[in-house]
């Protein structure tokens, strides 16, 4: 320190000169985070198998959907709205525009609601992700109706979630430094004394965004849009704690030292406190790179910050000490004297005398309070944003107007690496459709076979059989007719005096053949054999076609014998073509169920669905459209979207998803289809697969957390009981402090935490509070070499009162600058800390530190000895 004061000058203009340069020629940390600031989930998590796979074959596209709302009826702007549509299709990197006016009415309801005047045009989007925004607006501008456009996506949604952080850190920069200096000035009552930790903060803030920022260009360093909110809130609120902190301990030495003197004991007592908590915050918050996730990993920022600011505070500030002296607290020069807390003193002299009766009253109030604690978060990221936002307006148009699912389904995708556009692989793929569809929380299943979301009753086997027996049915009366004719004819015959003219031949085969296809539909009605009703077809085909032959020979010896009786052979051969054509016709049909039969019975798929999709189905007309969108790969895969009765955003989505899994691995186990890869795309599957490896990354760094916070204390302490009632008064403070603030959002609709909310929280909370109790232990140290254990826990509280309520309520007012943020996460986390932070410093602190101290004594200290040592503890008493 005595370096840094000799060369004072050298050592301010280097440290503004770098500040000044690293600020410049750093790169932009807030559009860092933008661009790489997206929730990654790792490899082996489903929804990013899921996504991979789509990248792979081109297929990871995005579904926008646009809305328009009219003041009347969405019908009577038809063909506005389809020129708007042909013009959407004009611009680069949109595609497979839907236009709802080319389905059937039933089906139109899914994207127009007349009543209300909305219609929903869904669209993909092929180009950059970071062309979407841009996209999105060209599509709006093009609007030639009168109805009100939005447009929305995940992208879109996650894209303004990025913009409106954006937004949200600058005013918190804003705010954060109002708020500092208007504490700064009604604590300290003085105009010089706020400037100092602005602008040594400041120098600090400029240093550490930059090397972050250069962190994350150069090594991938993880960031996200809060990074750079935490980074401010944190390093000023700390920053100004430490401040505070030394140039309270300033004001206390300069009432016996000069001032340079005071600096040097100032930062040989004090600093000392100060390096401790920095040094302890920023390997806390550095543990944090070892995280899996890396939204979490994020925060490791704050720990480079950290370091940067005990640069400047260990440089900067003495330098500012010594040039400024008693006018760094001007107009208050001589106001140097120290005053004790009003409120600290009473309750820690309270404490002293009740030590056992504070320990377990104070305890058992937080444990109770903490026991209410609601741990269901949500992961809707609408909830961030207000409805003035594009992507936001027609999410919730789309939700009020359609199904809530409508707009982010689950999407299935199946593949095995072969070509799946088979009848066989469509019957297996409608079964598991038609399965899925039934699971509770699906409104509908829409693919290839089903593309509209309806089953077709055609697939079913049963109503295939049901149209060949009715066919054969109608086949039996078309013979009878023959037959009756033939009979006729005769008839007519015989009575004529032509020789050979007798058809009664004929009429048995047909007889027989007639009584052979009932036979068969009986057969077929009784046992559902398509098989060996094929092969009893195919008898039944032979004899009709003798027959055939034999008509058709009957009709050339009527045609030799229509000279003799030209009138009524003309009559009878004209009956014998009929009956010939006719047994054709009934010949065709019969190839016709014959095929279908024998196509049913080669269906392996049948047997275990009772669906059988016909080849031609793929040739129909309309059919390519579904084959295009629903297919990719050359066929080789094949997707399904699952579209969900509830919020895809909710906690039920998740839950039916998880229904939907397992209900398709079933599925196709049950078809056996093990060699069946299925894969889980959407929102809802990424929000599952978010609260799986948040929950899990929660426990894992909390538990890693707390280890090392705990090693740094029992070092730096020299003690294994203390590092535990420090950090177990900050655990029981946080869970009954987050659960009364849940109670307090909840009265404005906030109760329920976005998913980032307890983690983010917990941690700050952890490592700024934990700063409190080394303020006050360390202080207790020191005053233990000329005092006893009582006395030194006493002095302790009644000097380090004031200090750490205006530090508290400096953090506490910079967090406050996130509430105008407008950002959900960002107001969550602020009120969690602010309330934590106060209910630590007013009622934790003061009454369990010194109970729990005076309690254990000597123990404290265990295993080790005490400071002093042996010397000191002869010295005094300490267990009277």
């Known amino acids: 320190m005595k370096h840094v004061l000799k060369f004072k000058w050298p050592v301010t203009a280097l440290m503004i000169l770098f500040a000044v340069v690293t600020f410049l020629i750093s790169p932009n940390l807030t559009q860092l985070a933008t661009e790489k600031g997206d929730v990654q989930l790792s490899d082996d998590q489903p929804s990013e198998q899921a996504r991979v796979f789509l990248e792979e074959h081109g297929e990871d596209n995005e579904m926008m959907s646009l809305v328009l709302e009219f003041e009347n009826e969405v019908m009577e702007n038809e063909s506005d709205i389809k020129t708007y549509i042909e013009e959407i299709g004009n611009i680069e990197g949109v595609e497979n525009i839907v236009n709802p006016f080319d389905f059937e009415e039933e089906m139109q309801t899914n994207f127009i609601n007349d009543e209300n005047g909305v219609i929903l045009i869904p669209m993909e989007y092929t180009g950059p992700v970071n062309e979407i925004s841009t996209v999105a607006a060209e599509v709006e501008d093009l609007n030639p109706t009168d109805a009100k456009t939005s447009i929305t996506s995940n992208e879109l949604i996650q894209n303004t979630v990025e913009q409106d952080a954006m937004e949200g850190i600058q005013s918190t920069e804003i705010f954060t430094v109002i708020i500092v200096i208007a504490v700064l000035l009604i604590m300290f009552r003085s105009v010089v004394t706020p400037l100092v930790p602005v602008a040594v903060v400041g120098l600090a803030y400029l240093i550490g965004q930059s090397f972050v920022g250069w962190f994350v260009e150069w090594f991938g360093f993880p960031v996200s849009p809060q990074t750079q909110s935490f980074l401010i809130v944190i390093l000023f609120g700390i920053g100004t704690d430490y401040c505070i902190l030394l140039l309270n301990r300033f004001k206390e030495e300069l009432q016996f030292h000069d001032k340079y003197e005071a600096v040097l004991r100032t930062f040989k007592t004090a600093g000392k406190t100060v390096f401790i908590s920095g040094i302890s915050g920023a390997i806390v918050f550095g543990v944090l790179y070892f995280a899996n996730f890396e939204i979490y990993r994020s925060a490791v920022g704050v720990a480079i910050g950290i370091i940067f600011l005990l640069l400047a505070l ?147 086997v049963r109503n295939q059989l049901e149209q060949a027996n009715s066919g054969m049915d109608d086949m039996v009366q078309g013979l009878a007719e023959i037959s009756g004719g033939l009979t006729e004819a005769s008839e007519g015959i015989t009575n004529s005096e032509m020789a050979s003219g007798d058809l009664s031949e004929l009429n048995q085969g047909i007889e027989d053949i007639n009584s052979s296809i009932s036979q068969i539909t009986t057969y ?77 019975s080669d269906n392996e798929a049948v047997d275990q669905t009772g669906i059988h999709v016909p080849q031609e189905f793929l040739g129909t007309d309309g059919i390519q459209d579904a084959v295009d969108q629903y297919s990719f790969g050359e066929n080789k895969a094949l997707r399904m979207n699952v579209i969900l009765s509830v919020d895809p955003y909710s906690h039920e989505a998740m839950a039916t998803l998880d229904k939907v899994e397992s209900t ?64 177990g008064s900050i655990f029981v403070t946080y869970f009954a402090s987050i659960t009364i603030t849940q109670w307090l ?136």
């Open 524 to 600: 077929m009605n009784q046992t559902g054999d398509a098989a060996g009703a094929a092969q009893q077809l195919g008898q039944v085909q032979q004899g009709l076609t003798t027959l055939s032959e034999q008509v058709s020979a009957a009709n050339a010896q009527m045609n030799e014998q229509q000279s003799a009786a030209a009138a009524q052979m003309e009559e009878l051969g004209s009956g014998l073509d009929d009956a010939t054509s006719g047994i054709d016709e009934i010949q065709g049909g019969l190839e016709e169920v014959q095929t279908l039969l024998g196509n049913i």
């Open 314 to 460: 260990f440089t900067v500030l003495p330098i500012l000490m010594q040039l400024l002296g008693r006018y760094i607290f001007w107009p208050n020069i001589k106001k140097s004297e120290f005053k004790e807390s009003k409120l600290w003193t009473p309750l820690g002299i309270f404490s002293l005398k009740y030590p056992t009766r504070i320990i377990f009253t104070v305890i058992a109030i937080l444990i109770a309070v903490a026991f209410f604690y609601n741990d269901e978060v949500n992961y809707d990221s609408l909830e961030e944003l207000d409805n003035s936002y594009s992507a936001v307006h027609a999410t919730n148009v789309v939700s009020e107007n359609f199904d809530e699912g409508q707009l982010f389904p689950v999407e299935v995708i199946i593949s095995n690496g072969d070509d799946l556009m088979t009848s066989e692989s469509l019957s297996r793929l409608e079964a598991v459709a038609s399965t899925v569809s039934n699971v509770e929380g699906v409104k509908e299943v829409q693919t290839v076979t089903r593309p509209s979301g309806e089953v077709i009753d055609d697939f079913l």
């Open 745 to 880: 959002l909840g009265l404005f609709g906030l109760g329920e935490l976005n998913w980032a909310v307890p983690f983010f929280s917990l941690i700050i909370f952890a490592a700024l509070g934990i700063d409190y109790s080394i303020f006050i232990i360390d202080r207790f140290r020191e005053e233990l070499a000329n005092k006893s254990i009582r006395d030194a826990i006493e002095h302790s509280i009644r000097r380090m009162g004031v200090t750490i309520i205006t530090a508290v309520i400096i953090l506490s007012g910079t967090f406050a600058a996130l509430l105008p943020s407008g950002m959900i996460i960002l107001i969550q986390v602020a009120s969690i800390i602010i309330f934590a932070l106060l209910f630590y410093a007013f009622i934790v602190l003061p009454l369990l530190v010194p109970a729990f101290v005076i309690t254990f004594r000597r123990g404290n200290w265990w295993p080790f000895r005490m400071p002093g040592g042996k010397e000191r503890e002869n010295k005094f008493k300490d267990e009277e």
């Open 664 to 727: 398709v691995n079933d599925e196709l186990q049950r078809l056996e289809r093990e060699e069946t890869t299925a894969y889980f795309a959407g929102v809802t599957s990424m929000n599952r697969d978010l609260d799986e490896i948040s929950t899990d990354d929660y426990t894992r760094v909390v538990t890693i957390f707390i280890a090392t916070l705990f090693v740094i204390l029992a070092i730096v302490f020299r003690s294994l009981v203390l590092p535990v009632t420090m950090i």
